[in-house]
């Protein structure tokens, strides 16, 4: 009914960003599978991703667990990616 009523309304909800002013990071929800290139043998790993939310620019790296050691270094690499720090 929510769907039937905002699109009859024409509704939407935009947010302005500021460039540089935010990045957006989590863990994605679900895990995803990666194949050795050599054995075929499947390894789960879980998806960082981080968005500068202004130009859309992403960056996202698979790691084997989900640590605050992994957290930490996905966000370095994230920074160096874009080159800076919002």
């Not at 895990?31 to 043998?41: A, C």
């Not at 879980?46 to 957290?71: G, R």
Request: hydrophobic share 35%; proline share 2%.
């Amino acid at each position: 009914m929510y769907r039937e009523y905002v699109k009859r309304h024409h509704l939407t909800m935009h947010i302005n960003h500021k460039p540089g002013d935010k990045l957006m990071v989590d863990w994605f929800g679900t895990t995803m599978s990666i194949y050795d290139e050599y054995t075929g043998e499947e390894t789960k790993v879980y998806l960082f991703e981080a968005t500068l939310p202004f130009s859309m620019y992403c960056y996202v790296q698979a790691c084997h667990i989900m640590k605050i050691n992994d957290w930490i270094d996905c966000h370095i690499n994230a920074f160096n990616y874009f080159d800076g720090v919002t």
